[in-house]
């Protein structure tokens, strides 16, 4: 069974960091591109970042981009996302996804709130 | 970027009603190498991740029931419900699979009357 669980979030103040983790298992993480989709408190779907299978590619969206660093850790099942320089508006509940051209497995996300 | 456009924003409907929901992109998903549209549809339940249902437009997720059926082409696509069940209230969003930025529709709310 796919498992993708999602931890690190909190409330960060505005400028400030976080990293977020994903462990997943049931199914070979290595062979799959790996995705981070944010969800607003108005319920808005954004895609964020995603990362291919061995980690040599990575795309963002210019909203996140030179703030946000997608990573994995192949030998240990792992999916991060690094922010930084945060702003009230990357308020969200995170999630992270597999990546198949399509977002087919979800975690249950983790929170993030930005606030002084 | 794409720009994902969903309508109706909600839906009123009795349990076994037949449901159609659009979605329309500002850019063609319409791969013209492999003649494949780049879109998905997601439902996501109160409290719950989104779920994958359908993607390259017309392909039914593993386990999803034949009822969801996603259809069209190009820049118009369609999400039909044939009978409703109280258990497919949720938000179904839709989503630009073609080019990055992925971006996601607004949503169509589905609710039982």
């Known amino acids: 069974e796919v498992q993708l669980v999602e931890s690190g979030g909190g409330l960060v103040k505005p400028g400030g960091s976080l990293k977020l983790s994903c462990a997943a298992s049931?199914?070979?993480?290595?062979?799959?591109?790996m995705s981070w989709v944010r969800q607003s408190p108005e319920k808005r779907l954004e895609w964020v970042a995603e990362?291919?299978?061995?980690?040599?590619?990575?795309y963002y969206p210019d909203t996140v981009t030179g703030r946000f660093t997608i990573s994995r850790d192949n030998a240990k099942n792992t999916l991060y996302l690094e922010m930084s320089s945060l702003r009230s508006e990357d308020t969200a509940m995170y999630y992270c996804?597999?990546?198949?051209?399509?977002?087919?497995?979800w975690g249950q996300g983790t929170s993030v709130t930005v606030s002084s | 970027d794409i720009v994902m456009t969903q309508s109706p924003s909600s839906l009123s409907v009795s349990a076994g009603e037949k449901v159609t929901m659009s979605c329309k992109s500002s850019?063609?998903?319409?791969?013209?190498?492999?003649?494949?549209?780049?879109l998905a549809w997601y439902q996501q339940k109160p409290g719950q991740p989104p779920k994958l249902l359908i993607y390259?437009?017309?392909t039914r997720e593993s386990g999803v029931p034949d009822r969801f059926t996603g259809s069209g082409s190009g820049t118009d696509f369609t999400l039909t419900i044939s009978s409703v069940q109280a258990e497919d209230l949720a938000v179904y969003y839709c989503?630009?699979?073609?080019?990055?930025?992925?971006?996601f529709g607004a949503g169509t709310k589905l609710e039982l009357k």
């Open positions: 996804a597999r990546n198949y051209g399509y977002e087919d497995y």
């Open positions: 049931g199914f070979t993480f290595s062979s799959y591109a």
């Open positions: 990362i291919s299978s061995g980690g040599s590619y990575t």
């Open positions: 850019q063609s998903l319409l791969n013209s190498g492999n003649q494949k549209n780049y």
């Open positions: 390259g437009a017309s």
């Open positions: 989503q630009n699979d073609h080019s990055y930025p992925l971006t």
